[in-house]
Each structure stands twice: as C-alpha cells, then as structure tokens.
C-alpha cells in the first residue's frame, strides 16, 4: 500500500528553509522533516498542504510550484513524498502536533537527523541551488 504524503518548502527572506520535528511519541519521531502530512480521500496535495499547515503550525501558506516526488518503504507500507515550494502568507508558528521548528540554512540540512525521504529532498534542493549557482548557507 502507497501512502500519499505532501510537504512544504518554504523559504524565508535570507533563503533559509523551515522545519519541524515530529514529537518523541510519533512514529519516527522525534526527527525533522519538512512540515505537511498524508493526502485524505479526494483531497490533492496543494488542499492537503494548505490544511496540513494550518492544523498543525497555524499558518496560512500558498502552494506554489512541484519540486520532487520520492517514495520510500516503510515496513509493511510505503509512502509517496510529494513536495512543493510554499509561500507562507500569515499566522504565527504554534507547535500542535510538532516539539520544535526552526529556519535551516539549506548548506546544513544534512546535518538534522531528517526522515530518510526527507533527506532526499534536500539532497536535490542543494544540489538544484549548486547547480543554479546559489551558494546555500
């Protein structure tokens, strides 16, 4: 069975990256990991990322361009990481289903214990900003 999950990419002034880490008692907690979670019935990733934000950070964020797609297995199950730039419009962090969040410099992503899709991701979104001549953090 593929669970399909979306995440956010976001991205401040100074071009650093948020993330969240999941609480100690969550399933792969407490790692890091781009914030968002797994699509409902009928719901497509840019709904679910919307919602996604709200629930569980309290922001307000507009779903922008697809960057990569990674499926990885988990035991009896796999997931389908589909991630996308966001802009995060208004609200205030509230940590309701997370234990900590910070803005990372992409240059030191590899250095947070991330989830192992997660980690892919950030490995293309450095190598995306090398090749495009960005000097990440």
Same mark, same amino acid.
């Given at each position: 069975m593929v669970v399909p999950v979306a995440a956010a990419i976001i991205l401040n002034e100074e071009g650093q990256v948020l993330l969240a880490r999941r609480l100690e008692e969550d399933p792969q907690g407490p790692r890091w990991e781009f914030p968002g979670g797994k699509l409902r019935k009928g719901e497509s990733p /840019? @709904?679910?990322?919307? *919602?996604?934000l709200q629930e569980e950070l309290g922001i307000e964020a507009e779903?922008?361009?697809?960057f990569h797609a990674v499926e /990885? @297995?988990?035991?009896? *199950?796999?997931?389908l990481l589909l991630t996308y730039f966001c802009r995060w419009n208004r609200g205030e962090i509230e940590l309701r289903a997370h234990s900590a969040w910070k803005w990372m410099d992409p240059g030191d992503l590899m250095e947070l214990d991330l989830l192992e899709a997660d980690r892919i991701v950030a490995a293309m979104l450095l190598s995306q900003w090398k090749s495009a001549g960005v000097q990440p953090g």
């Open positions: /840019q @709904e679910c990322l919307k *919602r996604e779903v922008r361009d697809f /990885q @297995e988990l035991g009896d *199950r796999s997931i």
